[in-house]
């Protein structure tokens, strides 16, 4: 009798056929209709993610790619046209899908229902679709941030009261860095992975599985230009930075792009308040819950101010700005001591660093 076959796929052909679908099964242990739900509905971001990069790869050679649209967000931010392009795309890939009955989007004033989905769906999209978009006419990287939650209650509420709850409640969170490669950073709540697009195969291909933040990092991320603005606690950081070797300055200007050097080398990144926004800029639903979610799994933290976790964080309306430190545990700590202690002339000192 014929021995039956048995395959000898390489570690490289294993890896290279492992697809975020398989990779979100494999998380859950299960083929079971719940986490088929959550696997489509990763693909169907993945999707989304695939038609935006195509587009901005061809925005200098296409009409109505680059620019603004002339009206302005309910945060009274002027539209560019590739956030109304790239919220469409995600409206349009959740459309008849049953997979998700809610939308709440940075680029929509209130909740969108895709009411078809809602009698075979809880499930609410929460996302950014272009994070960044300053940085879309110079061709530099931007992204986009989503978050998944589970409607509480009462299903037919239509209110959106039970997304009004912290971030802990958020089932899943990720991002998509469009950069010179388009990379697809998500987790369940089991690790973080990141993925690649592979554009020959049109799929995104396991890079990097449970990835951890290092516990330091040389890099600290912020917008210096609004150091006038700040409270004491911040300038004193940021003039102990100046003052200190061991640190590089690294600011893109997309959250995303920032937030994923920190992930993957670690450091620091803030977005304070500021006499004009005293919340801050970044947007808690869809912006800073996502990203803490995503950094409490690899290791690190995310703060609102002293001892204050973004997750725990309850609120207002969907629309609602937080202030956001997030990055490595030392060095979110770092720049904890100084909103402990605001007249602190002495700072813990990392044991990475030196004066001069
Ligand atoms: P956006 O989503 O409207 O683009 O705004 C969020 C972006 C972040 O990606 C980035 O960190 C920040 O705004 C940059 O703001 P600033 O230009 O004030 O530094
Ligand atoms: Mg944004």
Same mark, same amino acid.
């Given at each position: 009798?014929a021995?039956?076959?048995q395959?000898e796929?390489?570690?490289t052909?294993g890896r290279?056929?492992?697809?975020?679908?398989?990779?979100v099964?494999?998380?859950l242990d299960?083929?079971?209709?719940?986490?088929?739900?959550?696997?489509?509905?990763?693909?169907?971001i993945a999707?989304?993610?695939?038609?935006?990069?195509? +587009?901005?790869?061809?925005?200098?050679?296409?009409e109505d790619?680059?620019?603004f649209?002339?009206?302005?967000n *309910?945060?009274?931010e002027? *539209?560019k046209?590739?956030d109304m392009?790239?919220?469409?795309?995600f409206?349009?890939v959740?459309q008849?899908?049953?997979l998700?009955? +809610?939308l709440?989007?940075?680029?929509?004033?209130?909740?969108f229902?895709?009411?078809?989905?809602c009698?075979?769906?809880r499930?609410?999209l929460?996302?950014?679709?272009?994070?960044g978009?300053?940085n879309?006419?110079?061709?530099?990287?931007?992204?986009s941030?989503f978050?998944?939650?589970?409607?509480?209650?009462d299903n037919?509420?239509?209110s959106g009261a039970?997304?009004?709850t912290p971030?802990h409640?958020?089932?899943?969170?990720g991002?998509i860095?469009y950069g010179?490669?388009?990379?697809?950073?998500y987790?369940?709540?089991?690790?973080?992975?990141?993925f690649t697009l592979?554009?020959s195969?049109?799929?995104?291909i396991?890079a990097s599985?449970?990835?951890q933040?290092?516990?330091?990092?040389?890099?600290?991320s *912020?917008n210096?230009?609004?150091?006038?603005?700040?409270?004491?606690?911040?300038?004193?950081?940021i003039r102990y930075?100046?003052?200190?070797?061991?640190?590089?300055?690294?600011?893109?200007?997309?959250?995303?792009g920032?937030?994923h050097?920190?992930?993957?080398?670690?450091?620091?990144f803030?977005?304070?308040?500021?006499?004009?926004?005293p919340q801050?800029?970044?947007?808690?639903?869809?912006?800073?819950?996502p990203?803490?979610?995503?950094?409490a799994?690899?290791?690190?933290?995310a703060?609102?101010?002293?001892?204050?976790?973004?997750?725990?964080?309850?609120p207002?309306?969907?629309?609602?700005?937080t202030?956001l430190?997030?990055?490595?545990?030392?060095?979110v700590?770092l720049?904890?001591?100084?909103l402990?202690?605001r007249s602190?002339?002495q700072?813990p000192?990392?044991a990475?660093?030196?004066?001069?």
């Amino acid at each position: 009798m014929a021995d039956s076959y048995q395959p000898e796929a390489s570690e490289t052909l294993g890896r290279d056929s492992m697809t975020l679908t398989q990779h979100v099964l494999r998380q859950l242990d299960s083929f079971g209709p719940d986490a088929q739900d959550l696997s489509a509905i990763m693909n169907r971001i993945a999707f989304a993610a695939k038609l935006v990069s195509r +587009r901005l790869t061809r925005a200098g050679l296409v009409e109505d790619a680059l620019g603004f649209t002339g009206r302005k967000n *309910v945060q009274g931010e002027s *539209v560019k046209k590739m956030d109304m392009y790239a919220n469409d795309v995600f409206i349009s890939v959740f459309q008849q899908s049953g997979l998700v009955c +809610r939308l709440v989007s940075e680029e929509m004033d209130d909740i969108f229902h895709l009411t078809e989905s809602c009698s075979t769906s809880r499930y609410t999209l929460l996302y950014d679709p272009i994070d960044g978009s300053s940085n879309v006419d110079i061709n530099l990287n931007v992204g986009s941030i989503f978050a998944l939650r589970c409607q509480q209650g009462d299903n037919t509420d239509q209110s959106g009261a039970d997304l009004l709850t912290p971030g802990h409640q958020q089932l899943a969170a990720g991002y998509i860095l469009y950069g010179p490669s388009t990379v697809f950073v998500y987790s369940l709540g089991k690790g973080v992975h990141s993925f690649t697009l592979d554009p020959s195969l049109g799929e995104f291909i396991l890079a990097s599985e449970n990835i951890q933040i290092p516990q330091h990092g040389s890099n600290y991320s *912020v917008n210096e230009g609004n150091f006038w603005q700040w409270e004491d606690p911040f300038r004193d950081y940021i003039r102990y930075m100046h003052r200190h070797e061991g640190y590089s300055s690294r600011y893109s200007g997309a959250l995303v792009g920032d937030f994923h050097r920190i992930l993957m080398q670690g450091g620091v990144f803030l977005y304070p308040g500021t006499i004009k926004q005293p919340q801050g800029k970044l947007r808690l639903l869809y912006e800073s819950a996502p990203l803490a979610f995503l950094a409490a799994q690899a290791g690190g933290r995310a703060i609102v101010g002293d001892r204050q976790p973004v997750l725990d964080l309850q609120p207002d309306h969907i629309h609602m700005r937080t202030p956001l430190i997030i990055g490595s545990t030392e060095d979110v700590a770092l720049v904890e001591s100084f909103l402990q202690e605001r007249s602190l002339e002495q700072p813990p000192i990392p044991a990475s660093s030196s004066s001069v």
